[in-house]
Protein backbone atom coordinates (compact mmCIF):
# COMPACT_ATOMS: atom_id res chain seq x y z
CA UNK A 1 0.00 0.00 0.00
CA UNK A 2 1.17 3.33 -0.78
CA UNK A 3 2.20 5.72 1.54
CA UNK A 4 -0.15 8.65 2.53
CA UNK A 5 0.80 11.93 0.65
CA UNK A 6 1.64 15.02 1.93
CA UNK A 7 2.20 18.76 1.21
CA UNK A 8 3.63 22.00 2.56
CA UNK A 9 1.60 24.25 4.19
CA UNK A 10 3.20 27.17 2.20
CA UNK A 11 1.46 25.87 -1.27
CA UNK A 12 -1.54 25.58 0.60
CA UNK A 13 -1.83 28.91 2.25
CA UNK A 14 -1.08 30.63 -1.61
CA UNK A 15 -3.84 28.47 -2.65
CA UNK A 16 -6.07 29.77 0.39
CA UNK A 17 -5.37 33.29 -0.60
CA UNK A 18 -6.00 33.12 -4.38
CA UNK A 19 -9.35 31.03 -3.70
CA UNK A 20 -10.85 33.63 -1.30
CA UNK A 21 -9.80 36.70 -4.03
CA UNK A 22 -11.45 34.77 -6.33
CA UNK A 23 -14.40 33.65 -4.45
CA UNK A 24 -14.64 35.14 -1.48
CA UNK A 25 -17.38 32.39 -0.29
CA UNK A 26 -14.67 30.18 -0.16
CA UNK A 27 -13.41 32.11 3.25
CA UNK A 28 -13.18 29.22 6.30
CA UNK A 29 -13.09 26.56 3.73
CA UNK A 30 -9.42 25.61 5.13
CA UNK A 31 -11.50 24.62 8.67
CA UNK A 32 -14.17 22.54 6.96
CA UNK A 33 -10.80 20.33 5.65
CA UNK A 34 -9.98 20.15 9.26
CA UNK A 35 -6.87 22.49 9.31
CA UNK A 36 -6.81 25.58 11.42
CA UNK A 37 -5.43 28.67 10.25
CA UNK A 38 -2.83 28.49 13.02
CA UNK A 39 -1.12 25.38 11.19
CA UNK A 40 -0.54 27.62 8.35
CA UNK A 41 1.84 30.17 9.46
CA UNK A 42 5.06 28.01 9.01
CA UNK A 43 5.03 27.23 5.17
CA UNK A 44 7.50 24.23 6.02
CA UNK A 45 5.07 22.33 7.98
CA UNK A 46 3.43 19.21 6.17
CA UNK A 47 -0.07 18.60 5.60
CA UNK A 48 -1.99 15.96 4.29
CA UNK A 49 -2.15 16.03 0.62
CA UNK A 50 -6.00 14.56 0.71
CA UNK A 51 -6.85 17.86 2.70
CA UNK A 52 -5.76 20.30 -0.42
CA UNK A 53 -7.35 18.28 -2.95
CA UNK A 54 -10.69 18.53 -0.94
CA UNK A 55 -10.64 21.75 -0.58
CA UNK A 56 -10.33 22.38 -4.50
CA UNK A 57 -13.40 19.99 -5.42
CA UNK A 58 -15.33 21.23 -2.22
CA UNK A 59 -14.59 24.94 -3.82
CA UNK A 60 -15.16 23.99 -7.53
CA UNK A 61 -18.11 21.79 -6.42
CA UNK A 62 -19.71 25.15 -4.57
CA UNK A 63 -19.24 27.14 -7.06
CA UNK A 64 -20.08 24.91 -10.25
CA UNK A 65 -16.83 26.11 -12.03
CA UNK A 66 -15.07 22.38 -12.96
CA UNK A 67 -12.08 24.81 -14.13
CA UNK A 68 -11.78 26.48 -10.75
CA UNK A 69 -8.06 24.86 -10.15
CA UNK A 70 -7.34 25.03 -13.35
CA UNK A 71 -7.58 29.05 -13.41
CA UNK A 72 -6.18 29.19 -9.83
CA UNK A 73 -2.84 27.24 -11.62
CA UNK A 74 -2.95 29.99 -13.98
CA UNK A 75 -2.09 33.10 -11.41
CA UNK A 76 -0.16 30.08 -8.78
CA UNK A 77 3.14 32.21 -7.73
CA UNK A 78 6.15 29.69 -7.84
CA UNK A 79 7.80 30.91 -4.93
CA UNK A 80 5.21 29.03 -2.39
CA UNK A 81 7.03 26.44 -3.61
CA UNK A 82 9.72 27.43 -1.66
CA UNK A 83 13.67 26.20 -2.29
CA UNK A 84 13.11 24.26 -5.00
CA UNK A 85 11.32 27.19 -7.26
CA UNK A 86 15.17 28.80 -6.49
CA UNK A 87 16.43 25.17 -7.80
CA UNK A 88 14.06 25.65 -10.99
CA UNK A 89 15.11 29.48 -12.18
CA UNK A 90 19.00 28.73 -11.49
CA UNK A 91 19.23 25.67 -13.20
CA UNK A 92 21.45 25.60 -16.66
CA UNK A 93 18.85 24.96 -19.01
CA UNK A 94 15.07 24.10 -18.99
CA UNK A 95 15.87 19.94 -19.13
CA UNK A 96 18.19 20.70 -16.24
CA UNK A 97 15.19 23.24 -14.60
CA UNK A 98 12.42 20.29 -15.07
CA UNK A 99 14.97 17.37 -14.12
CA UNK A 100 15.72 19.07 -10.79
CA UNK A 101 11.89 19.66 -10.49
CA UNK A 102 11.06 16.23 -10.69
CA UNK A 103 14.01 14.94 -8.39
CA UNK A 104 13.14 17.06 -5.66
CA UNK A 105 9.06 17.94 -5.71
CA UNK A 106 8.87 15.75 -2.81
CA UNK A 107 9.89 18.50 -0.78
CA UNK A 108 6.98 20.28 -1.85
CA UNK A 109 4.42 17.03 -2.09
CA UNK A 110 5.23 13.46 -1.70
CA UNK A 111 3.55 10.44 -2.95
CA UNK A 112 3.05 11.86 -6.17
CA UNK A 113 4.67 10.81 -9.51
CA UNK A 114 6.26 13.34 -11.65
CA UNK A 115 8.53 12.40 -14.36
CA UNK A 116 10.43 13.52 -17.73
CA UNK A 117 10.85 11.08 -20.48
CA UNK A 118 11.59 12.14 -23.96
CA UNK A 119 11.20 9.49 -27.24
CA UNK A 120 10.96 10.53 -30.89
CA UNK A 121 11.82 14.42 -30.34
CA UNK A 122 8.35 14.81 -28.19
CA UNK A 123 9.24 15.72 -24.07
CA UNK A 124 6.65 14.20 -21.93
CA UNK A 125 6.25 15.43 -18.74
CA UNK A 126 3.72 13.38 -16.13
CA UNK A 127 2.28 14.36 -12.79
CA UNK A 128 0.18 11.97 -11.02
CA UNK A 129 -1.40 11.26 -7.38
CA UNK A 130 -0.35 8.07 -6.24
CA UNK A 131 -2.12 8.14 -2.67
CA UNK A 132 -5.30 5.93 -2.59
CA UNK A 133 -6.38 8.38 0.45
CA UNK A 134 -7.49 11.10 -2.66
CA UNK A 135 -10.99 10.03 -4.06
CA UNK A 136 -11.46 13.79 -6.01
CA UNK A 137 -7.91 14.74 -7.36
CA UNK A 138 -9.66 16.49 -11.33
CA UNK A 139 -9.14 20.33 -9.73
CA UNK A 140 -5.57 19.25 -8.42
CA UNK A 141 -4.97 17.65 -12.14
CA UNK A 142 -5.78 21.24 -13.69
CA UNK A 143 -4.52 23.37 -10.87
CA UNK A 144 -0.44 21.11 -11.00
CA UNK A 145 -0.66 21.35 -15.24
CA UNK A 146 -1.66 24.80 -15.03
CA UNK A 147 1.42 25.42 -13.48
CA UNK A 148 3.50 23.77 -15.13
CA UNK A 149 2.14 24.96 -18.27
CA UNK A 150 2.89 28.65 -17.07
CA UNK A 151 6.35 27.25 -15.82
CA UNK A 152 7.26 26.54 -19.24
CA UNK A 153 5.95 29.53 -20.77
CA UNK A 154 7.98 31.37 -18.71
CA UNK A 155 11.22 29.96 -19.42
CA UNK A 156 10.55 30.32 -23.45
CA UNK A 157 8.74 33.51 -23.78
CA UNK A 158 7.04 33.53 -27.27
CA UNK A 159 8.69 30.25 -28.57
CA UNK A 160 6.74 28.49 -26.12
CA UNK A 161 3.89 25.98 -27.43
CA UNK A 162 3.38 22.82 -26.24
CA UNK A 163 1.78 19.49 -28.47
CA UNK A 164 -0.49 18.45 -26.36
CA UNK A 165 -2.15 17.95 -22.66
CA UNK A 166 -3.60 14.75 -21.29
CA UNK A 167 -5.84 14.32 -18.37
CA UNK A 168 -6.98 11.32 -16.08
CA UNK A 169 -10.23 12.61 -15.74
CA UNK A 170 -12.76 12.39 -18.48
CA UNK A 171 -13.61 15.77 -20.98
CA UNK A 172 -17.03 17.75 -19.58
CA UNK A 173 -18.68 20.71 -20.90
CA UNK A 174 -15.76 23.00 -19.89
CA UNK A 175 -13.72 21.43 -22.84
CA UNK A 176 -13.67 24.90 -24.84
CA UNK A 177 -12.04 26.45 -21.72
CA UNK A 178 -8.97 24.05 -21.68
CA UNK A 179 -9.12 24.22 -25.08
CA UNK A 180 -8.67 28.06 -24.74
CA UNK A 181 -6.08 27.76 -22.16
CA UNK A 182 -3.97 25.00 -23.69
CA UNK A 183 -4.19 25.86 -27.41
CA UNK A 184 -3.11 22.27 -28.01
CA UNK A 185 -4.37 19.30 -28.93
CA UNK A 186 -5.92 17.37 -25.57
CA UNK A 187 -6.77 13.95 -24.48
CA UNK A 188 -8.93 12.80 -21.51
CA UNK A 189 -9.47 9.80 -19.69
CA UNK A 190 -5.75 8.72 -19.65
CA UNK A 191 -3.82 7.12 -17.21
CA UNK A 192 -1.80 9.72 -15.59
CA UNK A 193 -1.85 13.31 -16.37
CA UNK A 194 0.92 14.82 -18.98
CA UNK A 195 2.01 17.81 -20.52
CA UNK A 196 3.50 17.14 -23.88
CA UNK A 197 6.18 19.74 -26.11
CA UNK A 198 9.33 19.73 -28.64
CA UNK A 199 12.44 18.63 -26.88
CA UNK A 200 14.69 21.01 -28.38
CA UNK A 201 12.90 23.17 -25.82
CA UNK A 202 15.50 21.19 -23.08
CA UNK A 203 18.43 22.62 -24.47
CA UNK A 204 17.09 26.43 -24.50
CA UNK A 205 19.32 27.73 -21.78
CA UNK A 206 17.62 29.73 -18.74
CA UNK A 207 18.24 33.67 -18.16
CA UNK A 208 18.75 33.07 -14.55
CA UNK A 209 21.29 30.12 -14.54
CA UNK A 210 23.70 30.27 -11.53
CA UNK A 211 25.59 26.62 -11.16
CA UNK A 212 27.07 27.41 -7.60
CA UNK A 213 23.99 28.68 -6.44
CA UNK A 214 21.95 25.41 -7.91
CA UNK A 215 24.49 23.03 -6.44
CA UNK A 216 24.19 24.69 -2.84
CA UNK A 217 20.13 24.88 -3.68
CA UNK A 218 20.51 20.69 -4.40
CA UNK A 219 22.37 19.80 -1.95
CA UNK A 220 20.34 21.35 0.71
CA UNK A 221 17.21 19.72 -0.66
CA UNK A 222 18.48 16.52 -0.47
CA UNK A 223 19.73 16.52 3.01
CA UNK A 224 16.52 18.46 4.01
CA UNK A 225 14.54 15.05 2.07
CA UNK A 226 16.86 12.66 3.71
CA UNK A 227 16.41 13.95 7.29
CA UNK A 228 12.08 14.05 6.87
CA UNK A 229 11.54 11.31 8.24
CA UNK A 230 7.83 12.32 9.20
CA UNK A 231 5.42 10.03 7.62
CA UNK A 232 1.69 9.75 7.14
CA UNK A 233 0.74 6.72 8.66
CA UNK A 234 -2.39 4.43 8.26
CA UNK A 235 -4.54 6.01 10.68
CA UNK A 236 -3.46 9.29 9.38
CA UNK A 237 -3.99 8.58 5.97
CA UNK A 238 -7.93 7.29 7.14
CA UNK A 239 -7.89 10.39 8.69
CA UNK A 240 -7.31 12.06 5.81
CA UNK A 241 -9.39 10.74 3.23
CA UNK A 242 -12.46 10.79 5.89
CA UNK A 243 -12.05 14.71 6.03
CA UNK A 244 -11.51 15.19 1.95
CA UNK A 245 -14.87 13.03 1.80
CA UNK A 246 -16.61 15.25 4.29
CA UNK A 247 -15.34 18.13 2.36
CA UNK A 248 -17.08 17.07 -0.47
CA UNK A 249 -20.45 15.87 1.71
CA UNK A 250 -19.56 11.98 -0.27
CA UNK A 251 -20.04 8.83 1.26
CA UNK A 252 -17.26 7.30 4.56
CA UNK A 253 -19.20 3.93 4.74
CA UNK A 254 -16.21 1.85 5.39
CA UNK A 255 -16.78 -0.72 2.48
CA UNK A 256 -15.78 2.79 0.56
CA UNK A 257 -12.94 3.26 2.32
CA UNK A 258 -11.71 -0.11 2.19
CA UNK A 259 -11.89 -0.26 -1.65
CA UNK A 260 -10.11 3.19 -1.91
CA UNK A 261 -6.98 1.72 0.30
CA UNK A 262 -7.23 -1.51 -1.89
CA UNK A 263 -8.64 -4.22 0.68
CA UNK A 264 -11.51 -5.70 1.12
CA UNK A 265 -13.82 -4.81 4.40
CA UNK A 266 -12.73 -7.63 6.67
CA UNK A 267 -8.75 -7.01 5.63
CA UNK A 268 -8.90 -3.66 6.39
CA UNK A 269 -10.60 -4.24 9.92
CA UNK A 270 -8.04 -6.32 10.68
CA UNK A 271 -5.57 -3.73 9.69
CA UNK A 272 -6.92 -1.34 11.95
CA UNK A 273 -7.07 -3.84 14.94
CA UNK A 274 -3.38 -3.99 14.37
CA UNK A 275 -2.89 -0.89 15.02
CA UNK A 276 -5.57 -0.46 18.01
CA UNK A 277 -8.60 1.55 16.44
CA UNK A 278 -11.58 0.60 14.90
CA UNK A 279 -13.00 2.64 12.20
CA UNK A 280 -15.74 4.22 13.60
CA UNK A 281 -13.62 5.83 16.30
CA UNK A 282 -11.38 7.45 14.11
CA UNK A 283 -14.80 8.54 11.62
CA UNK A 284 -15.64 10.36 14.89
CA UNK A 285 -12.30 12.24 16.01
CA UNK A 286 -12.56 13.27 12.22
CA UNK A 287 -15.96 14.64 12.30
CA UNK A 288 -15.11 15.90 15.68
CA UNK A 289 -12.07 17.81 14.67
CA UNK A 290 -13.38 19.18 11.39
CA UNK A 291 -16.42 20.23 13.61
CA UNK A 292 -14.55 22.39 15.90
CA UNK A 293 -12.32 24.07 13.28
CA UNK A 294 -15.83 24.88 11.73
CA UNK A 295 -17.48 26.02 15.07
CA UNK A 296 -14.16 28.40 15.82
CA UNK A 297 -13.31 30.09 12.50
CA UNK A 298 -16.91 30.32 10.83
CA UNK A 299 -20.57 31.33 11.09
CA UNK A 300 -22.11 28.42 9.39
CA UNK A 301 -25.01 27.31 11.22
CA UNK A 302 -24.76 24.15 13.70
CA UNK A 303 -27.11 22.36 11.19
CA UNK A 304 -25.36 23.23 8.02
CA UNK A 305 -22.39 21.50 10.10
CA UNK A 306 -24.22 18.42 10.97
CA UNK A 307 -25.39 18.17 6.81
CA UNK A 308 -22.21 18.15 6.01
CA UNK A 309 -20.29 15.85 8.29
CA UNK A 310 -22.78 13.08 7.59
CA UNK A 311 -25.33 13.30 10.64
CA UNK A 312 -28.94 13.03 9.45
CA UNK A 313 -29.97 14.75 12.28
CA UNK A 314 -28.54 18.14 14.04
CA UNK A 315 -29.37 16.47 17.67
CA UNK A 316 -27.55 13.37 16.58
CA UNK A 317 -24.41 15.39 15.82
CA UNK A 318 -24.54 17.77 19.08
CA UNK A 319 -24.42 14.47 20.92
CA UNK A 320 -21.69 12.76 19.05
CA UNK A 321 -20.16 16.24 20.24
CA UNK A 322 -20.95 16.52 23.21
CA UNK A 323 -19.51 12.67 23.90
CA UNK A 324 -16.26 13.77 21.80
CA UNK A 325 -15.54 17.19 22.69
CA UNK A 326 -17.20 17.07 26.55
CA UNK A 327 -19.72 20.50 25.70
CA UNK A 328 -22.32 20.86 23.19
CA UNK A 329 -21.54 22.83 19.87
CA UNK A 330 -23.08 25.91 20.71
CA UNK A 331 -21.13 26.19 24.16
CA UNK A 332 -18.17 25.04 22.09
CA UNK A 333 -18.36 28.03 19.74
CA UNK A 334 -19.75 30.89 22.08
CA UNK A 335 -16.38 29.79 24.21
CA UNK A 336 -14.27 30.18 21.80
CA UNK A 337 -15.49 33.39 20.29
CA UNK A 338 -15.01 35.11 23.96
CA UNK A 339 -11.60 33.83 24.32
CA UNK A 340 -11.04 35.56 20.81
CA UNK A 341 -12.54 38.36 21.82
CA UNK A 342 -10.29 38.63 24.95
CA UNK A 343 -6.90 37.83 23.34
Known amino acids: MSASGTITAGAVQELLSALVKWRPQSAGINARAGIPRAVLEDPSERLPLATFTSMLEAAAYESGNR ?127 ALLFPARFLDVSLKQADRNLHARLEADLADSIRMRSARLDLVRGIEAWIAASLCRTAATDIEVVAGDFGMSTRSFQRKLADHGVNYLDIRNRVRAHIAKCMLAETSIPVTSIALQLGYSETSAFSRGFKIQVGESPVAFRKRERLSLLLS
Not at 93 to 105: C, P
Open 67 to 193: TLGLELGKEFKLSALGPISDLVLTAQTVGDALAGFNRYFASVQTSTRSLLTVSDGTARLVYSIQDPAIRFREQDAGFTMAIEYSMLSSFLGPAWQASGVEFEHPAGDDFPFYQRHFDCPLRFGRREN
